[in-house]
């Protein structure tokens, strides 16, 4: 009998419903590759922008009228079942998490994955679901608050949407920087997003969020809610504004805000950066929620057949820190 793997395709771009299960042919490591029997994957607001082909001009990139790859899913851990011959980083047996980035492919049984890209041991202490969307929301705003935002102690940021993927660990990472921290969410996340470090909570819903004179160092727009020209009176006279949602309309701030004044607007898409910087980021992460100092947010676990379902729930727009299927 021919061994099969389930994966989840993406034959167009569109609603959740379009996702379509598929069996295919077991996949086959490559010299420097390994192969993965997935436990969990994440499903991401990133994962629902590729299935809806967003945005627009992104598509060039992604694929013009559908996925290039076709596949779901960048987040995952799991257990290593073979390897290519010239692999040398793991062996079978070994537990791993990390992201098939462009490759996607993630929502799936099985998955072939380089052993130079963004692949880690799993540490044991941690589960697969949690180790599945590390890559996501906790390594993001790593990225944007170490090495964009450079944070340190005494700051003063506020993190627009603290309970989401991005905003859930933000929260964490800028309060153990020694940071004094501002987040935004709704009344039912209060007490939440207070929880994980926030010493003022401010509901987006009732309240006036980017008041001048703010004073912030930094205001993580961890949802696209702002920008930059709204958020520059809250900014203080070097603060930077850090957004990891790319619009045509951003764009020009993120170009021109080095030219007039001291204020900045920055972006990065983080799953572009090299293996190895990424490798190196997750390592400080994993030792921070080794200390137990930094945790991933868990809100809903799906089975792996109900993707569908998962990502309507994730495109609703008020998960709780994060989501996988499993
Ligand atoms: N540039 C990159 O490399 C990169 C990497 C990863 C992700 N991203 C992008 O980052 C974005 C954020 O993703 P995410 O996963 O963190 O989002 P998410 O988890 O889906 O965000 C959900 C949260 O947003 C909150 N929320 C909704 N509207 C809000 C508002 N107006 N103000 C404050 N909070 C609000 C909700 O809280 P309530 O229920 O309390 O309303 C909910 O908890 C996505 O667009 C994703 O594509 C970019």
Redesign the pocket.
């Known amino acids: 009998m021919t061994a099969t793997r389930t994966a989840w395709h993406i034959p167009r771009y569109g609603r959740p419903e379009t996702l379509t299960p598929v069996t295919l042919s077991m996949a086959q490591p490559g010299p420097r590759e390994v192969l993965i029997r997935i436990h969990a994957s994440a499903v991401?607001?990133?994962d629902g922008?590729m299935r809806k082909g967003e945005p627009l001009f992104a598509r060039p990139f992604l694929g013009l009228r559908r996925p290039r790859n076709g596949l779901s899913g960048t987040g995952l851990s799991g257990e290593v079942i073979a390897v290519g011959d010239k692999v040398r980083r793991f062996a079978p047996g070994d537990m791993v998490f990390g992201e098939a980035g462009m490759h996607f492919g993630a929502n799936a049984s099985h998955i072939c994955l380089d052993e130079d890209g963004v692949l880690m041991p799993k540490p044991e202490a941690l589960s697969h679901q949690d180790a599945a969307v590390l890559c996501?929301?906790v390594l993001?705003s790593w990225h944007y608050l170490r090495s964009l935002g450079q944070v340190k102690g005494g700051d003063r940021i506020l993190i627009?949407?603290?309970?989401?993927?991005?905003?859930s660990a933000a929260v964490q990472i800028a309060a153990d920087l020694g940071a004094e921290v501002t987040a935004?969410?709704?009344a039912?996340?209060t007490r939440f997003v207070r929880s994980l470090g926030a010493a003022r909570v401010i509901d987006?819903?009732s309240e006036e969020v980017l008041q001048s004179g703010g004073d912030y160092d930094v205001i993580f727009d961890?949802?696209?809610?702002a920008s930059f020209s709204a958020a520059k009176p809250a900014l203080a006279e070097t603060g930077r504004y850090l957004c990891?949602?790319?619009t045509l309309g951003r764009l020009p701030a993120i170009m021109l805000s080095g030219l007039v004044g001291q204020k900045r607007a920055l972006?990065?898409?983080?799953?572009l950066e090299k293996p190895q910087r990424l490798r190196a980021m997750l390592s400080e992460i994993l030792t921070r929620i080794d200390q137990d100092r930094l945790a991933p947010v868990m809100d809903r676990i799906y089975p792996l057949s109900d993707l569908v379902e998962a990502h309507a729930y994730?495109e609703a727009?008020?998960?709780?820190?994060?989501v996988v299927v499993v």
């Not at 627009?160 to 905003?167: M, N, P, Q, T, Y």
């Not at 961890?222 to 809610?225: A, E, F, M, N």
């Not at 727009?317 to 994060?322: T, Y």
């Open positions: 991401t607001r990133a922008m996501d929301g993001t627009l949407g603290g309970a989401g993927s991005l905003g935004t969410c709704s039912r996340n987006y819903t961890t949802l696209g809610v990891p949602v790319l972006f990065a898409a983080v799953g994730v727009g008020h998960k709780r820190g994060n």
